[in-house]
């Protein structure tokens, strides 16, 4: 039996993007040898059936299914991630500044997805799986404050116990981790510790001189993530924020933890498909 070619393309292209995970549209070609108008009418059409993936962070390509293995390790957070986008990008427009979607991965925070790409503003981005640190980032500090006290409990021990691991672990000295996780809950957001400069302690080489408020992405008692506006810190300060935004970015966290609580039964409305004039430019 003859094999269907446009089948055969199709699959081509998902291991690819299985190996790759978040590829341009040159890199397919590159690594496909499939022509890229052809790539496009086939991302187009995987992303309309919600195979593929396009994050706004990026505008890199991803796969939703695996055809290599049962399910890929991170699979609930690309989930999240793409179910999230249309509410970090209503947010944006509200707010003006971008947000950062993140979860806990192991003693830290994980960026799975950013507005900071549709941003008209010049600001610091990091990339997809960037780490976090989860002690004095506004992000860390709003999950730990909103964890539940066993989970919480034990973070903070492991960070006690292996202090050469994690560079900001002087901040547990004390008790002033108690004390700004309870102003935090107090409050109903997490701040930047003022020292951090989002890459490291504040230097020229690690201040990427933005501020951030944060709030959790709640999954009952559980906190699925947590969601943070950032902006420079020349404008604002942290309460200046929160006093015009933080219910704004409440009621996205809110949106969000519903659309993840309704599961697959709620269909997600399809990008279209980028043009091929400009898709073509995409490195």
């Not at 998902?14 to 890199?27: D, F």
Request: charge should be positive; charged fraction near 30%; include cysteine.
């Amino acid at each position: 039996m003859k094999p269907i070619r446009v089948l055969q393309r199709a699959a081509e292209l998902l291991r690819a993007l299985e190996k790759r995970p978040g590829s341009s549209l040159a890199e397919l070609h590159a690594d496909t040898g499939i022509p890229k108008p052809t790539l496009l009418r086939l991302l187009g059409t995987l992303e309309a059936e919600r195979m593929v993936w396009r994050a706004m962070a990026d505008g890199r390509y991803r796969a939703r299914v695996s055809l290599e293995r049962p399910v890929l390790a991170d699979h609930k957070h690309l989930q999240l991630a793409e179910r999230a986008a249309a509410h970090l990008t209503v947010l944006r427009r509200r707010v003006v500044w971008p947000s950062d979607l993140t979860v806990r991965q192991g003693y830290g925070m994980k960026l799975i997805e950013t507005s900071r790409r549709e941003s008209s503003l010049a600001m610091h981005r990091d990339a997809i799986g960037f780490r976090i640190d989860m002690l004095v980032s506004a992000v860390g500090r709003a999950y730990l404050a909103f964890c539940p006290e066993a989970e919480r409990e034990r973070i903070l021990a492991h960070l006690r116990r292996h202090p050469a691991r994690y560079p900001n672990a002087s901040v547990l000295e004390g008790r002033a981790v108690e004390r700004v996780l309870a102003q935090t809950r107090e409050r109903g957001y997490g701040v930047r510790d003022l020292r951090f400069g989002g890459l490291g302690w504040v230097s020229d080489e690690a201040d990427d001189r933005l501020a951030a408020i944060a709030v959790p992405v709640m999954a009952g008692t559980a906190v699925l993530a947590c969601i943070n506006i950032v902006w420079p810190r020349r404008f604002n300060t942290e309460s200046e924020t929160a006093g015009r935004y933080l219910a704004l970015l409440q009621k996205a966290a809110t949106d969000i933890a519903a659309e993840a609580a309704a599961g697959p039964q709620v269909p997600l409305k399809p990008r279209r498909a980028p043009r091929p004039a400009l898709a073509a430019k995409t490195r």
